[in-house]
């Protein structure tokens, strides 16, 4: 199967900086997600790029799809304290006669006081 | 808009028991609802997709006997955890889609927590 590597795993950084964060594989996907898991929740679609290339913002988030196809980066400017939480990457491709979908092992970011 | 839903969110049975979680759509009809499972401090595993009136389709290494999935309607789908044992214990998440492939955009539950005993 596809295989995402998400880093960083974990990031502890203070209010207002900006995080960055990214997924990488061998692989080409024809999607990128990025989601956001609150404890206990499931979760929640950030933003999703469709086209190589394509960097898109929701807010203080901003996604790149890479142009090989294989990576995608995050970023949050500003960061708040709601802005706590795990985030993951997703990535979908279609081929073969078959459509898959594989999750990275999440960022948890963390903010300090 | 998109809101989904899951049923119960948090459940404790006894080995050998049997558990029916519910995935309801709240204000869309979800012709695909996919179901997952996360372990703790790791990522969601798809299990299988269920397009309504049809059998799921199981992702290789998941027991269909042991999770049944029924997808009666274009709002609900459930998963049945049969003969819970607890290596069963986890997180199960669904999600919803308009669309019929995982490419399109799919919206998640709020999880639900089980426990087998």
């Known amino acids: 199967g596809q295989q995402l590597n998400q880093s960083p795993q974990s990031m502890f950084i203070q209010e207002g900086e900006d995080v960055s964060m990214n997924c990488t594989s061998s692989?080409?996907?024809?999607?990128w997600l990025w989601y956001k898991q609150d404890p206990g929740e499931g979760p929640v679609l950030l933003i999703a790029?469709?086209?190589?290339?394509e960097l898109t913002s929701n807010g203080r988030l901003t996604a790149q799809f890479g142009t090989t196809r294989k990576d995608s980066f995050l970023n949050i400017s500003a960061s708040i304290p709601s802005d706590v939480g795990i985030y993951f990457c997703?990535?979908?491709?279609?081929?073969?006669?078959?459509?898959?979908?594989?999750f990275g092992k999440g960022t948890h970011l963390i903010i300090q006081p | 808009g998109a809101v989904v839903s899951q049923h119960p969110s948090r459940v404790i049975c006894k080995s050998g028991t049997s558990v029916k979680i519910e995935c309801r759509s709240l204000?869309?009809?979800?012709?695909?609802m996919f179901w997952y499972r996360q372990f703790p401090k790791q990522s969601l595993m798809l299990m299988a997709t269920?397009?309504?009136?049809?059998?799921?389709?199981?992702e290789q290494g998941v027991e269909k006997d042991k999770f049944l999935i029924n997808h009666a309607s274009l709002t609900l789908s459930t998963l049945t955890v049969t003969s819970a044992h607890p290596e069963d214990s986890s997180f199960y998440i669904c999600?919803?889609?308009?669309?019929?492939?995982?490419?399109?955009?799919?919206?998640f539950g709020p999880g639900t927590r089980l426990t087998v005993l």
């Open positions: 999600s919803a889609s308009f669309g019929l492939v995982l490419t399109d955009t799919q919206y």
């Open positions: 692989s080409i996907f024809n999607t």
């Open positions: 790029l469709y086209k190589a290339g």
């Open positions: 997703a990535g979908l491709y279609s081929g073969g006669g078959a459509d898959g979908l594989t």
């Open positions: 204000d869309f009809q979800a012709t695909t």
């Open positions: 269920s397009n309504e009136g049809s059998k799921a389709t199981y």
